[in-house]
């Protein structure tokens, strides 16, 4: 059976940058959220934006670890959560390098104790962030990564959430054997971008890494100037091509996904767009954006980047009939500078 909406959601990580996204979604669409956020990395301004947003709606917040697992059965059985949307994670690729421990301990070791804890309280509904970079180097240098390409990832960041997704499929698998039930989605995003078309939340990141909010924050003054790694790949430019999707679109894709969750459904879909852009063309748009050059300088190229990363997004707009609404850029880098240029010190 689909689910019957509205429901009862628990979303971890949902005082960060996509989990708060996603939860307003949520709540915008009559759903009662649960938030579950230990602010490591994310801001409980973020969930105090949320509410002052949708002052109707029920946001729960519970400023507490993923690791806790007893904590979060309680959570779930008072709340009589229906479904998990788990992003809480540790989410930078050379982080992972230097600090190996705490991405295995949070990505996996978190995503185990959140298992353990739907299995106490009977919650049988997940969806999971997972990420391209499950993938590592595309096998042969595919530019266009469907869902049957070998996953071998080159940083633990990747092997982490790997790991994560197969935890789930195991656990699925012995539910379904012993006469139960267990749906889960494993959505593998490529690079998101963009924020709140109102502007009512955003993106704030720290450290920022990430290209979009970095372009902006060095246009603000409050970066120093953005560094192309790399104008030497074989790409028409000779920086690196990467997939870019709006934040608002994969919301959206979640929300497909919780409606398409029946009794034992296992999907693991790319969300991407299938269109390429490359660093120099993300920079350029931002400039179009903001009506500014972007300070920027070129350097080497950083081990371990390939030149091109690019979902095949053909599966998910088959099975969850979902497909990008945001069209260009432009319009995610604008929604991006519209929050970043009114709280110029992000949720400080
Ligand atoms: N941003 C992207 O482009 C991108 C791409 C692919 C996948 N993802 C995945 O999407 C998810 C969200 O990414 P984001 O960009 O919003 O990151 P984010 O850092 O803004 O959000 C992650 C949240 O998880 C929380 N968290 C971390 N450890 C926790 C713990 N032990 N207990 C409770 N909460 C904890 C942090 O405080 C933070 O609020 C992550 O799982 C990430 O791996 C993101």
């Known amino acids: 059976m689909p689910f019957q909406s509205p429901n009862r959601i628990l979303v971890t990580g949902g005082a960060g940058y996509i989990g708060s996204h996603m939860a307003l979604r949520l709540a915008e669409a009559g759903h009662s959220v649960t938030i579950v956020d230990n602010c490591f990395r994310g801001h409980s301004a973020a969930v105090d934006a949320l509410r002052k947003a949708t002052p109707n709606a029920t946001i729960a917040f519970e400023k507490i670890s993923i690791h806790e697992t007893d904590r979060l059965a309680q959570i779930m059985r008072a709340s ?123 993106e704030d990141h720290r450290p920022e890494s990430h290209l979009v909010p970095s372009c902006l924050l060095a246009v603000l003054g409050r970066r120093e ?38 009794a034992c459904e296992a999907l693991r879909l790319n969300v991407g767009t299938g269109r390429g852009h490359s660093v120099l063309e993300v920079l350029q748009a931002c400039e179009r954006v903001c009506r500014c050059a972007v300070p920027a300088v070129r350097g080497a190229r950083r081990a371990g980047d390939p030149p091109m990363l690019v979902a095949n997004a053909t599966q998910i707009q088959r099975v969850l009939r979902w ?26």
Not at 149 to 172: R, T, V
Not at 323 to 348: C, F, H
């Open 80 to 202: 009589q959560i229906d479904a998990v949307i788990h992003f809480a994670a540790l989410a930078y690729v050379g982080e992972s390098v230097e600090r190996p421990l705490d991405y295995w301990w949070t990505n996996l070791g978190g995503t185990l104790s959140l298992l353990k804890a739907m299995e106490s309280a009977n919650v049988r509904r997940l969806i999971f962030s997972s990420t391209c970079a499950t993938y590592g180097i595309p096998v042969g240098g595919a530019n266009s990564i469907d869902e049957s390409c070998p996953q071998h990832p080159i940083n633990p960041y990747g092997a982490a959430k790997l790991a994560a997704e197969h935890a789930i499929s195991d656990h699925q698998n012995a539910i379904l054997r012993s006469g139960g039930d267990f749906a889960y989605a494993a959505l593998r995003y490529f690079n998101v971008i963009g924020c709140d078309p109102q502007g009512r939340i955003g």
């Open 225 to 262: 100037p953005l560094c192309i790694m790399g104008d030497d790949y074989p790409t028409s430019d000779g920086t690196c091509i990467r997939d870019y999707v709006d934040v608002g679109d994969l919301c959206a894709a979640h929300l497909a996904a919780l409606q398409a969750l029946t």
């Open 323 to 348: 497909s990008p609404a945001v069209q260009t850029l432009d319009e995610s880098i604008e929604n991006a500078w519209r929050w970043m240029s009114t709280n110029p010190k992000g949720y400080d």
